[in-house]
Each structure stands twice: as C-alpha cells, then as structure tokens.
C-alpha cells in the first residue's frame, strides 16, 4: 500500500513510493529512497506539493520492485470480483422473486469500501478490471466505488460515505426485473423496450423499500437517478435541487462509468471522450458541482505515470498541467512532448 502525502507536513524517514523528475527529465529522487530534508528541500523547489510514500509496515523487497502499478491497493482487484458476485448472487433472488437482506447489501459495500477510500485514482483501476461481458453486474459494483470516491471529494462523513455507496451499488437493481433480452440486447432499443427499461427506477425503489436499509435517502436515489437538472429526466422529471443529493453523485458515476464501459456492441470511450461528454452533460443534465469532482479526479495526472497517447506511444508525464490537467508536459523516449501546445496530440488512456 501508499498514500499520498503533503511535502508540507511530511515526517523525514518515511519511503518514496515512485521515481520523481525534474523539468528537464533526469531523475531527482528515486523510488525507495528514505526521505531526508534535502530531498524534501529540493522537491519543494521544483514545485512538488506531495509524493506518495510507502506505508511503513509495507516496505519490503518485494514493493520496492514493483513498477507504478503498485500505488494502488493490491487487495482491489479480488475485493472487486467478490463484490460482483455478490451483486450476482443479489440479482438473481430478485429476478426469481425473493428479496434480498439489509446485511447482505452491507456486506457487500464493506468489501470494498476501505480499499477504495484508500485507492489515490480508483478509476484506472476500474478500467482494468472490468470487462464486456458482465456489464451490469461490473457497472453497478463500480458506479458504487466512483460514487463514493465523488461523495469523498465533497467531504461527506463515513455514515454518508457508506450508504452513498450503497445507493450507488443498488442503483440498477430493478433491472433485475426486466427480461434480460431487452437488458442485454446487443444493439438500439425499439419504443416499447425502452419504455420497458425506464421502469426500471421504480421497480429499484420498490426492492429497495422492501430491504428496510436505514436511510431513506438510498431509496430515492435508486428512483431518481436518471432525473436531469433540467427536469428531462425519468420517472418523476424533477429538477435541480428537488433531485436527491445522493441521486445526482450517483448520475455522474452511472454515466461516466457507461461511457468508459466496453459493452458488447461497442468499445468503451477514450477517457478524454467521455470527460467532453460530461461536461457538456453538466450544462442541463448532471450536476455540476458532482460532474467537476469527478472530473477534477479522474483527471488528476501524476508526475512519472505512464499515458498511452493518440498517437499510439506510450509516454511518462513529466510536468502536470494545473490549468487543464489533461494536457502535461510527457516525455516519449528522449524527447518531450508539451500536450498544451501540441493540441493535436491528446492522452487517449493510461498506460496498463
Ligand atoms: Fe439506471
Ligand atoms: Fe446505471
């Protein structure tokens, strides 16, 4: 494990966990090094507001080895899967009419929930995770994990945090009663089948009442998660403030993680794609304070991460771009590449 740490009040002694760089790409400090004040010192001339470091009982040979992939929570993947066979395990006692138990869906939040408040960019980790064949069962254990990293990002406490992420993993749960044909139908939807899947927020409030969860609010979000600011939205076409809080994280989550999702009759959107799609989606549609926060996290490009380019190459960020944070300054083998000025060339994803 790592965490991220402000250089401001970072104890000397602690373990970087990734090579850091100066401008011109020689390596300032590498990866390992016990931090003393004049590698704090010299970070802090160059502009570095925080690194990551190792958490100290988990520095050992092994860590040390690993390349970038390793700042992330390693338990995440297998906590991932069993949290998506839970929500299996779920759908189908509600497809075959039984219900489903408050401490089942608790059960399943708790898997993930600390892994993911401690994971710096969950998404790109979701990206790698998922995959088309189980898009539902995927997109609702991961709609939960981004809701809660939003939720996290505007400083809901743990009770919030936990049952937002509930709201978020139960989101689609009506699905389950409508006939996979249509679900899982690999193509555009005629009339009656897409009025067929509008149900589908109100059937999720009935199951959900029936669960007898402790707050009210993962009920309304299940109804209203496919309202729009601009009352557009289904079922009930509120607007704006009317729509439940939890409901309009929960929004941003379910489309972004639509559009990113490789689905059986198209391939998932390139990252900076769907962030346009967002941000026009905030004019009208999603929130706008839920969307920046998605977007300001999801964006977030760290100095030494590997980025795939439009042009195919795989390249190291080398300067992050505070203005428009999709847009650093890379390096591709000894050359570099400023994305600000070379408005043609765009990071298509992260390096896997
Ligand atoms: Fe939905
Ligand atoms: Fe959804």
Same mark, same amino acid.
């Given at each position: 494990m790592f965490i991220r740490a402000d250089i401001s009040g970072l104890p000397l002694g602690r373990r970087l966990a990734q090579d850091l760089y100066a401008f011109d790409g020689h390596l300032l400090v590498a990866k390992g090094i016990v931090l003393q004040e004049s590698h704090l010192q010299q970070l802090r001339q160059r502009g570095y507001e925080y690194v990551y470091i190792q958490e100290e009982d988990e520095v050992n040979e092994n860590s040390l080895n690993?390349?970038? +992939?390793?700042?992330?929570?390693?338990?995440l993947p297998k906590v991932f899967s069993i949290s998506v066979e839970s929500m299996r395990h779920m759908m189908a006692r509600v497809s075959s009419g039984h219900m489903i138990k408050a401490v089942e869906v608790e059960e399943c939040i708790d898997l993930v929930y600390d892994h993911v408040l401690r994971t710096y960019n969950v998404f790109k980790y979701l990206q790698n995770l998922r995959?088309?064949?189980?898009y539902t069962l995927q997109h609702s254990v991961s709609v939960g994990i981004l809701s809660i990293k939003i939720g996290q990002s505007l400083g809901l406490d743990t009770d919030k945090l936990r049952n937002l992420g509930i709201a978020g993993l139960l989101? +689609?749960?009506?699905?389950?009663?409508?006939s996979p044909d249509i679900i899982n139908k690999p193509g555009p939807l005629d009339e009656n089948e897409f009025k067929e899947i509008q149900k589908h927020p109100v059937y999720g409030y009935r199951i959900v009442n029936g669960i007898k969860l402790q707050d009210y609010d993962i009920a309304q979000a299940v109804l209203q998660h496919h309202e729009h600011q601009d009352g557009?939205?289904?079922?009930?076409?509120v607007q704006g403030d009317k729509i439940n809080d939890f409901a309009r994280i929960i929004a941003v989550a379910d489309v972004f993680d639509a559009l990113t999702s490789d689905r059986a009759y198209r391939p998932r959107m390139p990252l900076l794609q769907a962030v346009d799609i967002i941000i026009k989606s905030s004019c009208g549609q999603l929130d706008p304070l839920a969307s920046r926060r998605l977007l300001s996290y999801v964006l977030d490009i760290t100095t030494g991460e590997k980025v795939i380019l439009s042009t195919g190459e795989e390249a190291t960020v080398m300067l992050k771009n505070e203005v428009e944070p999709a847009r650093p300054l890379v390096r591709i083998g000894d050359n570099f590449l400023d994305l600000k000025t070379n408005r043609d060339v765009f990071i298509k994803d992260f390096a896997r």
């Open positions: 690993q390349g970038i +992939d390793y700042l992330i929570d390693k338990q995959n088309k064949d189980e989101h +689609d749960i009506g699905k389950s009663m409508i557009n939205g289904y079922p009930l076409g």
